[in-house]
C-alpha cells in the first residue's frame, strides 16, 4: 500500500439551502447554522493534520457538500485563505468546487477565482423545471444558465455540470432533452449518474410506500446507453463509468480515488485514506466543532488490511474505462502479482465476456459490453 503523504485534499461544507429528496449526505440546512465556527474548526482540522501529516505538493483539493458555494463572500475568502495556509499548492493544482446553479453570483466566483479555485462543478441534474420540483431542486433551468455565464465571464474555462437518470416519470424523451440542452453549453466535462434510493431520503419513504414511479430496470439501461452514445457522438470521451470529457479536462482529483490513492479528507462526515489507514470524522456540525478544538475530529478510524486494499485497488480501478494494470498493482503491492491473487476471477469475467486483456500494457479493463454491467464486475472482486 501507498505509505506517502497524500497529494490529494478533500474538505466538506456540510452547509445547504434545502435537503433534496433523494440526498442521503451528511448535509445540514443552513439556517441557524454557526457557519463561521464551523469554518474555525475546519482550519483547526487543518492544522491538526499538517502536525501529524505533513503534506507535499497537493496537486488537487475538492470542495465537497452540501452546497459549498451557500458561504458568503467573507466566509468563502477566509475558508480559501486557510487552504493556502496550511497546505503547499502545486502551480498546477487543480482545485475544484463544487456549486448549486443560483448560488454563484459575480462577488462570490471572483472570490472563488482570486482564492485559487480553477474548476467548477455544478448540480444542475436536469434542465426540466418539473423535473427538478420533483426532486426538490431549487434552482431552476434560468439559474443554470445565468450561472454558467456568470462563471465564464470571472473567467472560468473548467467547467462540469452533473445530470441524473432514472427518476420519477422521467422518460428517454426528456432526458434526450436535458442532454441536448446540456451538450449545447459546450462544457469540457459532464458527470452523469442514476439515481439509487437510499435510506433515511424522502425518496426512500415514498419507495416503500410504492409512491415513486420510476422507470423500469430496461429503461434505466436505454437511459444510460443513450447519454454514452450522445456524450461520444458529441467528441466527450468516457474515461470512468459516470464522467465524459474533452481530452484533458479529466478530472484529476477523483482519479486519485479511482487510482486507490491516499486523499486528506476534512470537515464534518469526510472520509480520508493515507498510510494504510480509513477514517470518518464526526458528522453532526456542533459535535465535530467539539470535537475539532480539542483533536483531530475522528468518529472512526482503522487499519486497512492488504487484502481489502487489493479488492479496493481492483474495484475502484476498473471503474476507469483505461482499467488497471498489473505495474500499478505491483507499485501499491510491491512482491504481490496481481494474476497470484485475482486470476481466477479474471479469467471468468474475460470468459463471460465483461473485462477484456491488453497484452502489451498488461492491462486489465471493462469490455463494451461489462460497462453497463459495472457493478456485477466489481463485486466479483469481494472476498
Known amino acids: 500500500m501507498i505509505?506517502?503523504?497524500?497529494?490529494?485534499?478533500?474538505?466538506?461544507?456540510?452547509?445547504?439551502?434545502?435537503?433534496?429528496?433523494?440526498?442521503?449526505?451528511?448535509?445540514?440546512?443552513?439556517?441557524?447554522?454557526p457557519v463561521e465556527d464551523y469554518l474555525e474548526a475546519l482550519e483547526q482540522e487543518m492544522k491538526w493534520t499538517v502536525e501529524q501529516i505533513k503534506p507535499q505538493m497537493i496537486d488537487t483539493v475538492f470542495?465537497?457538500?452540501?452546497?459549498?458555494?451557500v458561504l458568503t463572500p467573507p466566509q468563502m475568502e477566509l475558508f480559501l485563505s486557510a487552504v493556502k495556509r496550511h497546505f503547499p499548492l502545486s502551480e498546477q493544482v487543480e482545485f475544484t468546487m463544487e456549486a448549486n446553479p443560483g448560488t454563484t453570483d459575480l462577488d462570490k466566483l471572483q472570490v472563488m477565482r482570486d482564492g485559487g479555485v480553477n474548476r467548477i462543478s455544478f448540480g444542475v441534474q436536469s434542465f426540466d423545471n418539473k423535473l427538478l420540483e420533483r426532486i426538490g431542486r431549487i434552482h431552476n433551468v434560468d439559474d443554470v444558465y445565468r450561472s454558467i455565464e456568470n462563471a465564464r465571464s470571472?473567467?472560468?474555462?473548467?467547467?462540469?455540470?452533473?445530470?441524473m437518470f432514472n427518476l420519477p416519470d422521467q422518460t428517454l424523451?426528456?432526458?434526450?432533452?436535458?442532454?441536448?440542452?446540456?451538450?449545447?453549453?459546450?462544457?469540457?466535462?459532464?458527470?452523469l449518474y442514476g439515481l439509487k434510493i437510499e435510506e433515511n431520503t424522502l425518496f426512500h419513504t415514498l419507495y416503500q410506500r410504492d409512491e415513486l414511479p420510476l422507470p423500469s430496470e430496461d429503461e434505466e439501461l436505454e437511459m444510460?446507453?443513450?447519454?454514452?452514445?450522445?456524450?461520444?457522438?458529441?467528441?466527450?470521451?468516457?474515461?470512468?463509468?459516470s464522467n465524459?470529457?474533452?481530452?484533458?479536462?479529466?478530472?484529476?482529483?477523483?482519479?486519485?480515488?479511482?487510482?486507490?490513492?491516499?486523499?486528506?479528507?476534512?470537515?464534518?462526515?469526510?472520509?480520508?485514506y493515507h498510510?494504510?489507514?480509513?477514517?470518518?470524522?464526526?458528522?453532526?456540525?456542533?459535535?465535530?466543532?467539539?470535537?475539532?478544538?480539542?483533536?483531530?475530529?475522528?468518529?472512526?478510524?482503522?487499519?486497512?488490511?492488504?487484502?481489502?486494499?487489493m479488492e479496493?485497488?481492483?474495484?475502484?480501478?476498473?471503474?476507469?474505462?483505461?482499467?488497471?494494470?498489473?505495474?500499478?498493482?505491483?507499485?501499491?503491492?510491491?512482491?504481490?502479482?496481481?494474476?497470484d491473487v485475482f486470476g481466477e476471477t479474471i479469467d471468468r469475467l474475460i470468459g463471460s465476456g465483461l473485462l477484456q486483456y491488453s497484452p502489451t500494457e498488461k492491462r486489465y479493463r471493462l469490455s463494451e459490453r461489462g460497462v453497463p454491467l459495472g457493478n456485477e464486475v466489481f463485486g466479483a472482486f469481494l472476498s
Open 63 to 69: 470542495v465537497g457538500g452540501g452546497t459549498p458555494t
Open 312 to 339: 479496493d485497488f481492483m474495484m475502484v480501478g476498473l471503474r476507469m474505462l483505461d482499467g488497471v494494470t498489473a505495474d500499478r498493482f505491483h507499485s501499491q503491492f510491491p512482491g504481490i502479482e496481481l494474476r
Open 154 to 163: 470571472i473567467g472560468f474555462t473548467n467547467l462540469s455540470i452533473d445530470l
Open 224 to 241: 444510460y446507453l443513450l447519454i454514452m452514445n450522445r456524450l461520444k457522438n458529441a467528441g466527450r470521451h468516457q474515461y470512468e463509468i
Open 3 to 33: 505509505t506517502t503523504s497524500p497529494r490529494a485534499l478533500y474538505i466538506h461544507i456540510p452547509f445547504c439551502t434545502n435537503k433534496c429528496f433523494y440526498c442521503d449526505f451528511n448535509s445540514f440546512v443552513l439556517k441557524g447554522q
Open 275 to 309: 498510510h494504510g489507514e480509513r477514517h470518518i470524522n464526526i458528522k453532526g456540525v456542533q459535535p465535530y466543532i467539539d470535537a475539532a478544538r480539542q483533536q483531530l475530529p475522528r468518529l472512526e478510524t482503522r487499519q486497512v488490511e492488504p487484502s481489502e486494499a
Open 244 to 272: 465524459f470529457a474533452l481530452p484533458g479536462y479529466e478530472s484529476r482529483h477523483n482519479m486519485t480515488y479511482w487510482r486507490n490513492e491516499p486523499y486528506y479528507g476534512m470537515g464534518a462526515g469526510a472520509h480520508g
Open 173 to 191: 424523451e426528456t432526458l434526450d432533452e436535458s442532454v441536448s440542452r446540456a451538450l449545447a453549453l459546450e462544457l469540457p466535462h459532464y458527470s
